[in-house]
């Protein structure tokens, strides 16, 4: 089993977009669940679809969450205090920008990487190399 | 006169009553210094809250606030659900069990619910955000209580504090929130989280107060 | 007229969520136009595409570009080099993180702000609060 | 013996044939490193290429080649696309007006060529990518052209130089691309690109040799 990915976002195409291009470097070897928008389809987030992408991604390597904007942390934690605590400890938030972050946790998290890596590997999604020093 | 489960639900009731009525209102301040949804998000919210209670008949305050608060978690949609959410899920725990609530009962329950938004959204005083609406009403309950006020002048100092409060937000520079996103450019704007802070204990207010005559 | 935003993402889904994110904060007065999957609608990018959404939001004050990952940068400059000259001058391919850049550059650009305010906003992105530390 | 237009279209269609057998091999190389698609890429790429080249009369190889890199650019869809775009368009105008390419003209051509992929993707030698194969391919010719080795000669030395260095790739760290998202972990992988480039310069090879009878 490898690290589990959620990815929370207020809109529901950009968490399915960052999943369909994160899954094609990670080949459907790592679980990517996404929790985007609000329950009656509009921009925002929902408590109760982070808690099904979490509980879909959950398995005993831990869960990296990605997040699109900061306000998503709320919903994340109040989510989280709804697992059970084993399951709550392993996950983790990631301080990541969404897009990058994620790709680079699909690629690490497919190595069969540990939690801790997973989640280093998305903060290496800062220094991915864009632009003119690409 | 204590604050009794039927003023609560009556509460709830207005409050869902003046956030409809003000929805575009919040909707226009969230627009300028955030992403036009406030008014939605908290209409959507008690809307929800209101269908939910319509119901309840058990008298436990607390029970009905938990209630509140998970519905507005599931509802909002925005950061206002997990803090107002939070808010209300922790006056519920702080009044378990209560089918009145006496000055002590109230002032544990709105400390609880302060301390809930702290916790939830890691902010203080002064960042621009419903805190500098209900801080500075907790505090004038406080202060109210001390001078042994009764309950409906309570809250109606809670309310005018939390007026002034939401009043100066406008010169406030948002550090938390989407606001912050703006940095200096959110001076000159009213928070929309202050407003409906400040909406939802005016409703209260409103609701216990002999002065003014119940419209439910 | 405001700085304009171009998206370009291997992913349409992602691109249009991306746009409609960043939209909510800048309220129809920044035209933020996507250039995301190819041509035939599978992941990839599409220099058309690309060329189509730099025409689009092309206005005197300039366009920032902001891309997924970074082999998006040479699609990005392949379309640009086919704009005529004064056009190319005034448009930056941003490194910032490409959600939480688009938000932050749709905020600044709907106050009116050059384009290197604009793609400094976007490199804020970076350091946009989220997690423990929000 | 140089080399005509009719090769040159000769070596497009082949490319397509080739591309398109080794579809799925290609796409298998650049699912262990990158996304899957680079056989679907240039498949899609050069299945364009041979439709656009198909009714091509007009006997100018700069023309041609540059047809065929703008619509690899517009067609390929993934990273390989500008480059290999980038690569024929150099090529065509290093060929502009040319109806036949001696040594020299096709010395120009790998030169541009490869001065376009540099240019594109700022690689260079050892990061695992297209230019492993073909910057030795393109020293080889060099090398070929300096021993006065004949047209056939120089293109099979290109090709067994590009299969090389393809092979060498497998043990490298790959610093540019998708890949590079893997780090150490890229190496024992054969790069997608640098296998591609190869078997374009077998294709182009096996046009012109005189041992190897033409299918089309
Ligand atoms: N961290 C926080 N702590 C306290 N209040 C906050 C915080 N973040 C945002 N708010 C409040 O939430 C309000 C915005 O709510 P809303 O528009 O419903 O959510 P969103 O910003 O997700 O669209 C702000 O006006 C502010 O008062
Ligand atoms: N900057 C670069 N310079 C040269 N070649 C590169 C560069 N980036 C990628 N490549 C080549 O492109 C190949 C991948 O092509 P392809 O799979 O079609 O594109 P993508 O990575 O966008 O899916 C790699 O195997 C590598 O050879
Ligand atoms: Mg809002
Ligand atoms: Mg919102
Ligand atoms: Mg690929
Ligand atoms: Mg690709």
């Known amino acids: 089993m490898s690290v589990g990915i959620v990815i929370v976002s207020h809109s529901a195409r950009l968490a399915e977009g960052v999943a369909e291009l994160a899954e094609q470097m990670s080949m459907g070897e790592v679980t990517i669940a996404v929790a985007g928008g609000t329950d009656d389809g509009s921009i925002g987030t929902s408590i109760d679809k982070v808690i099904a992408a979490l509980q879909k991604a959950s398995n005993p390597e831990g869960t990296l969450v990605l997040l699109d904007l900061g306000s998503a942390v709320m919903v994340t934690e109040m989510a989280l205090e709804q697992l059970d605590p084993i399951e709550r400890e392993r996950v983790i938030i990631s301080t990541a920008p969404l ?22 590997a998305a903060n290496n ?3 991915m190399p864009k632009g003119q020093q690409a | 006169m204590p604050v009794t489960h039927e003023d609560i639900l009556h509460w709830l009731q207005r409050s869902a009553q003046v956030l409809h009525e003000n929805s575009a209102f919040l909707t226009e301040l969230d627009s300028a210094i955030g992403d036009a949804d406030h008014g939605i998000n908290m209409d959507r919210g008690f809307t929800a809250v209101s269908t939910k209670i319509a119901g309840v008949s058990d008298a436990d305050i607390g029970a009905l606030l938990k209630t509140v608060g998970s519905t507005l978690v599931s509802t909002v949609g925005g950061a206002s659900g997990p803090l107002y959410g939070t808010a209300f899920l922790r006056a519920g725990m702080a009044t378990s069990g209560k089918q009145v609530l006496e000055t002590p009962e109230l002032i544990a329950m709105f400390d609880a619910a302060l301390e809930g938004i702290k916790a939830r959204g890691k902010a203080q005083a002064g960042e621009k955000t419903m805190l500098d609406a209900f801080i500075p009403a907790v505090d004038a309950a406080q202060q109210a209580a001390k001078d042994q006020l009764p309950v409906p002048q309570l809250l109606q100092s809670m309310a005018a504090a939390a007026e002034v409060g939401m009043n100066a937000t406008i010169e406030m520079i948002a550090t938390k929130g989407r606001a912050s996103y703006l940095g200096e450019r959110s ?17 209260l207010s409103d609701t216990v107060s002999p002065e003014i005559p119940h419209e439910e």
């Open chain 1, 125 to 127: 999604g800062h220094e």
């Open chain 2, 187 to 203: 001076v000159g704007h009213q928070d929309p989280g202050a407003t409906s802070c400040w909406l939802i204990l005016q409703a």
């Open chain 1, 99 to 120: 897009v990058e972050g994620a790709v680079l946790a699909a690629v690490e998290a497919s190595a069969g990487s540990t939690l801790a890596e997973v989640a280093e």
